[in-house]
């Protein structure tokens, strides 16, 4: 069955420096998430991106934030200089369709990010 | 304001105890409730999506109902690597397309 594959697994960096979150959606998806759960919390949704543009953003996705499809496959989540709270897990996930449809989310097993 | 609320908290049954697990949600225009199963240090796995009210469906020990206001998982016979947290997510028309995830209910099953 197709997933959606994320890389690394761990990260750990410290605080001011950037890092860049990848991830490989199920190949015939057209719409792709990002999401984040910080330990012992709800999943918080970041991004929704769509024919190669952000679709919508939550208010936790500011401006150090920003999402990429740089060729047919890859899908990365930039964080420009990350902060103590980012630590958190960060999800891909990707859908056939954006609403309804019977397109539910299909998610990879997430990056942990961790700020020193 | 628009919610997703899970409860119980946290379910601890023995084996073949069955039991159920509701998620309330207070969203105008629901587009589809959605149940994922989580286990540690794993991405969410999708088990089933609901529509309408009355809608059922099953898949092995489990089966999710929906109402006007709420979602039932049902857990029968559950055995021990039935152990995971289980969230609900809801879609709805000012959503857009983002899903709101309930905080989860974590269950376990002890042999």
């Known amino acids: 069955e197709p997933e959606v594959t994320q890389t690394p697994s761990h990260q750990v960096t410290q605080m001011g420096q950037e890092v860049i979150l990848r991830c490989v959606p199920i190949s015939n998806h057209l719409y792709f998430y990002w999401y984040r759960q910080i330990l012992g919390q709800k999943v918080e949704f970041l991004v929704s991106?769509?024919?190669?543009?952000?679709?919508?953003k939550s208010e936790i996705f500011d401006d150090q934030f920003s999402v990429e499809r740089p060729d047919g496959s890859n899908f990365t989540l930039k964080i420009r200089s990350t902060k103590l709270e980012d630590s958190a897990m960060y999800f891909c996930?990707?859908?056939?369709?954006?609403?309804?449809?019977?397109?539910?989310?299909?998610f990879g097993n997430g990056t942990r990010l961790t700020v020193t | 304001e628009d919610q997703v609320t899970q409860s119980p908290e946290a379910l601890r049954l023995q084996e073949g105890e069955s039991s159920s697990l509701n998620c309330s949600y207070t969203?105008?225009?629901?587009?589809?409730l959605f149940w994922y199963r989580q286990d540690p240090g794993k991405g969410p796995e999708f088990l089933f999506t609901l529509y309408s009210a009355g809608e059922e469906k099953e898949k092995e020990r489990l089966k999710a109902t929906l109402t006007k206001k709420e979602s039932f998982l049902h857990i029968t016979a559950p055995k021990p690597e039935d152990s995971a947290t289980y969230l609900c997510?809801?879609?709805?028309?000012?959503?857009?397309?983002?899903?709101?995830f309930g905080p989860g209910t974590r269950l376990s099953v002890l042999p």
């Open positions: 991106f769509y024919n190669n543009e952000i679709s919508e």
């Open positions: 969203v105008s225009g629901l587009r589809g």
């Open positions: 996930a990707s859908s056939l369709y954006g609403q309804g449809g019977n397109s539910p989310l299909h």
């Open positions: 997510a809801v879609q709805a028309e000012n959503y857009g397309q983002n899903f709101v």
